[in-house]
């Protein structure tokens, strides 16, 4: 089964912070993705991407930045973290597109 | 507004009972949908997937769904629900036409009383 690994799993921080979540996959899957939970909205895609080097923007990219510097290795940056960034963040990845989708643990942040 | 629908907040049934969790989508063309489950504090975990074919899919832990192209649904269903099955459900979709992103419902809560 593939692994999916995130850290930290808990992170505070203020507004105007400055925070970097990482997700690192062990399977040599393509696609990698960053989602975030909140209460009545479900799972929005935030950031995807399909190999080292390539980013897309996803429905909800406003306020985040990320960057896929290996197959392994996808980072989501908030560099000037807002109360609304107050979210469950999760970090999936998949084979190919439209394949299942691996989930890691979630990163849970506060800002306050 | 392409949307993924889930009527249900919450649903609780007795162990043992049967259960169908509601799934509507408003995309129009072919689509890829499937179901994903998440337990209380984890991430999600792949149930099953519909693309094509035989409209009635078999998934992990006695779980089947149905596509229905007239209906715009995809409805998850349990014969016997067992109370290890407590977990939020949430049905995904992947518009043909919309590259490869996977668009989530709003998840429905099961809950299962021993």
């Known amino acids: 089964e593939a692994a999916v690994t995130q850290s930290p799993r808990n992170k505070v921080t203020v507004t105007g912070g400055n925070v970097t979540l990482s997700c690192r996959q062990t399977?040599?899957?393509?696609?990698m993705y960053w989602y975030r939970q909140d209460t009545g909205h479900g799972l929005r895609l935030i950031h995807y991407?399909?190999?080292?080097?390539?980013?897309q923007i996803g429905d909800v990219p406003d306020g985040y930045k990320a960057t896929r510097t290996t197959q392994e290795d996808f980072f989501l940056l908030l560099e000037l973290a807002s109360p609304s960034q107050t979210s469950l963040y999760f970090c999936?990845?998949?084979?190919?597109?439209?394949?299942?989708?691996?989930f890691g643990p979630g990163t849970r942040l506060l800002v306050l | 507004t392409q949307t993924v629908s889930q009527s249900d907040a919450h649903v609780t049934v007795f162990e043992g009972d049967s259960v169908e969790l509601r799934c509507n989508y408003s995309?129009?063309?072919?689509?890829?949908l499937s179901w994903y489950i998440q337990h209380h504090g984890r991430g999600l975990q792949f149930l099953l997937k519909?693309?094509?074919?035989?409209?009635v899919v078999q998934g992990v832990n006695g779980f089947e769904a149905e596509f229905s192209k007239s209906d715009s649904s995809f409805h998850l269903r349990k014969a016997s629900v067992h109370w290890s099955d407590s977990a939020v459900y949430f049905c995904?979709?992947?518009?043909?036409?919309?590259?490869?992103?996977?668009?989530f419902g709003t998840g429905t809560s099961l809950l299962v009383d021993p």
């Open positions: 999936a990845s998949s084979h190919r597109a439209r394949d299942t989708q691996y």
């Open positions: 399977n040599s899957h393509n696609y």
């Open positions: 991407s399909y190999g080292a080097g390539n980013l």
């Open positions: 995309y129009g063309g072919s689509i890829y």
């Open positions: 519909y693309y094509s074919g035989n409209p």
């Open positions: 995904a979709a992947s518009p043909s036409n919309m590259g490869y992103k996977l668009t």
